[in-house]
């Protein structure tokens, strides 16, 4: 008898928040529309729910599901310094492909909505809700800048360090064969 060995999600309650603050902006600015008559109302909750969200996904989901952070800091010349976080190379290797799948996925997915809805608005004439679409869409993608930078930083360490590894191997092989003569 085969046994398939499926990998379910390591990080279940993260990755359930993880969506749930994207589905929870998204929903509520396209539901709101329906029953609320007060464009303040669905400006500020909305861009809430988008915030909640841009934070949690930076903070705590990045670092959770994909072993990454990011962050800009200002430097005293007045220059704009993005700074990146990665777990080591190991942890970076355990990480659950389900996790990282749903992670980067609901990331662009959440953009491509956005786009979605402020084609929506323009098509449809209203400012006031593009608006709130670009500041949702500004959020969102935001992340998708910091985290893809940060995983291309991710990438140059690990790859820095491998040489590094290598190197220093190569090198006490070469002492180690040349003290022996």
């Keep these: 008898r085969l046994q398939t060995t499926e990998e379910n999600y390591a990080n279940p309650k993260t990755c359930l928040f993880h969506v749930l603050f994207k589905a929870a902006s998204l929903a509520f600015y396209i539901l709101s529309a329906l029953f609320i008559d007060s464009f303040v109302i669905i400006f500020v909750v ?10 949690v996904v930076k903070n705590v989901s990045g670092r959770i599901l994909v072993g990454l952070r990011w962050w800009n800091e200002i430097d005293e010349r007045g220059e704009s310094i993005w700074k990146f976080e990665c777990l080591d190379q190991e942890s970076l ?44 869409l500004s959020l969102s993608i935001a992340n998708i800048v910091g985290f893809t930078k940060c995983r291309k930083d991710a990438k140059k360490q690990i790859q820095q360090f491998a040489s590094q590894t290598i190197a220093s191997h190569l090198t006490s092989s070469l002492q180690s064969a040349f003290s022996i003569v």
């Design 46 to 55: 909305t861009v809430f729910l988008a915030a909640l969200d841009f934070w």
């Design 93 to 136: 290797a355990r990480m659950n492909k389900k996790d990282s799948w749903l992670f980067w996925w609901t990331l662009y997915i959440t953009a491509v909505a956005w786009i979605f809805l402020a084609i929506f608005s323009l098509i449809r004439f209203q400012a006031d809700y593009l608006l709130v679409v670009g500041v949702c």
